[in-house]
T-cell receptor, first 114, second 114 residues
């Protein structure tokens, strides 16, 4: 196991609702990245947080937002849910923010939007 | 556009035979390259990485990968496949000087039969 924990494991929402997903990073890691993995696809980068600041963002609309807390845990918030937001959301943590570091992934949160 | 391609959706191998999972990439500069494995209902597990140096990289569980700069490829290999190697494999690239963003391929399903 990587030491990266995500909650909840599964979530069912309806279109238009808002959702918050949570991630606890591995001990000693100060960088958290979020990815969306649609069924049958590779993960797509949403954004990354380093020391509580956004440190890069993928091609996702502003209704996808995030936070990182002083203990380096993180939240992903999605507003105005759409059916296409149904996916596995993966959190990954890494240390020191350096580009060489490995990203360690949690087991993910599976979001279903009805 | 930066991208990663895994040309085979599925690879079938007999147990004990060598396996190869192919990956090519298109990014500017000198990227960092990774392989991850995903088991059902699990997050991604790191296998190996190439940053610089020897073109043959050894990783976890007997896997290795060969970096070929001229062909922009990073194929995953194992000399003798096990049934337990059956899983979904993802190649990923971290473009140089773009923070922690990982670009993933679409994945290759590896099936090892006894």
């Amino acid at each position: 196991e990587t030491g990266v924990t995500q909650s909840p494991t599964h979530l069912i929402k309806t279109r238009g609702q808002q959702v918050t997903l949570r991630c606890s990073s591995q001990s000693g890691h100060n960088t958290v990245s979020w990815y969306q993995q649609a069924l049958g696809q590779g993960p797509q980068f949403i954004f990354q947080y380093y020391r509580e600041e956004e440190n890069g963002r993928g091609n996702f609309p502003p209704r996808f937002s995030g936070l990182q807390f002083p203990n380096y845990s993180s939240e992903l918030n999605v507003n105005a849910l759409e059916l296409d937001d149904s996916a596995l959301y993966l959190c990954a943590s890494s240390g020191q923010g350096g580009v060489k570091n490995i990203q360690y992934f949690g087991a993910g949160t599976r979001l279903s939007v009805l | 556009a930066q991208s990663v391609a895994q040309p085979e959706d599925q690879v079938n191998v007999a147990e004990g035979n060598p396996l190869t999972v192919k990956c090519t990439y298109s990014v500017s500069g000198n990227p960092y390259l990774f392989w991850y494995v995903q088991y059902p209902n699990r997050g991604l597990q790191f296998l190996l990485k190439y940053i610089t140096g020897d073109n043959l990289v050894k990783g976890s569980y007997g896997f290795e990968a060969e970096f070929n700069k001229s062909q922009t490829s990073f194929h995953l290999k194992k000399p003798s496949a096990l049934v337990s190697d059956s899983a979904l494999y993802f190649c990923a690239v971290r473009p140089y000087n773009q923070g922690g963003k990982l670009i993933f391929g679409q994945g290759t399903e590896l099936s090892v039969k006894p």
